[in-house]
């Protein structure tokens, strides 16, 4: 499970959609209370639900992490995850350090953190700003929760800064293909060699 | 420091000197009281000395590692490390585990062990025989040091197995470029935002 985290604007969202669609990896599509953006889809980018039916699912326990940022709910239902685990196939949150905690804690073996940072937080006024699509005191607001996310950053296994977008891709990339390298992933594979040389009378 | 450890045959060379040449780290030469094949050369493969040259060294506590292996000592130069250390350049060391473990020991937080797995003892021992510079009880006694290798695997932080060259060498070149991006390494990045978004008083 790679969980990606960065104050919005820093460009994670762009890098986990490129990741997923070049490996075979599960999109973790959260719940949200908060309003759709113009250009977002229900099901896809999120699951747009009421705040009713979000404590509905809380009460019920259906969320793996849940998490209030800029005063909305985030949620990644236990369901998405176990379904992922029982395809064995790898699973991908787009959450913030409060959902990454929760993922770690539940999956500690399984689970790599990695926090995307912007190059700047003069660029990454810049890029709020560039978006446009939020008021300016929203914009501050998300300035004041990035320096927030930012204390955060020592919860994480990599950090990756997104100053170029394919040198960023290339990195994330890069995180997830050794992940799947680990011992713990490939020790099937050692014990199968194990047992041939041992079944060769390859005295050791 | 990338640790590149595997049964003779595996391909540890050849991978270990592709990344050598595609990114600028160094490859650490190490010594070794063992014969020069036909093919190697001195100060590029190993530097070659006599055992009495060997004793010397690790008498004079010039090793920062050395092991015994199929009856031959190997040893790596503190000097040698050292150097990349202080020109910030990593290194990139083809030893055994014996080596990695002294390694690891000596720098647990910079040290990344990575072991390269044969497909299956069968293609090991077809390789080596191949290979044909050794005679038939060297082989025999490589098989056997094959297996006492790979009960050691449970050191290494990696697994890799190389069926196909290119294929395991993707998965090297992730792990080095993942260990790069690791938090350790790139705490002042973040220090540094930190400090951005104090001096500009984004409230966290």
Chains 1, 2 share one sequence.
Not at 97 to 124: D, H, N, T
Not at 141 to 165: F, K
Not at 181 to 191: I, K, M, P, Y
Request: neutral net charge; glycine residues 6%; charged residues 25%.
């Amino acid at each position: 499970m790679l969980v990606i985290s960065s104050p919005s604007g820093a460009g994670k969202t762009t890098l986990a959609r490129r990741l997923a669609g070049e490996f075979d990896l599960r999109f973790s599509v959260s719940y949200t209370t908060r309003q759709p953006r113009k250009d977002e889809v229900h099901g896809k980018d999120y699951h747009f639900v009421s705040r009713a039916r979000f404590a509905e699912m809380v009460e019920g326990h259906e969320f793996a992490e849940w998490a209030v940022v800029h005063g909305n709910q985030y949620g990644t239902s236990i369901a998405t995850v176990n379904t992922s685990l029982a395809d064995g196939v790898d699973c991908l949150f787009d959450i913030d350090y409060q959902g990454g905690r929760q993922i770690r804690q539940q999956w500690p073996a399984q689970s790599v953190l990695c926090f995307i940072l912007p190059p700047s937080m003069k660029e990454l006024a810049r890029r709020l700003r560039q978006r446009a699509t939020d008021a300016n005191d929203v914009i501050e607001r998300r300035l004041a929760m990035a320096h927030e996310e930012l204390t955060h950053y020592g919860e994480y296994d990599y950090l990756v800064v997104n100053d170029n977008l394919d040198q960023a891709y290339a990195k994330l990339r890069a995180i997830y293909v050794a992940a799947g390298c680990t011992r713990v992933r490939n020790d099937g594979l050692a014990q199968a060699l194990l047992r041939e040389a041992a079944a060769a009378d390859h005295k050791p």
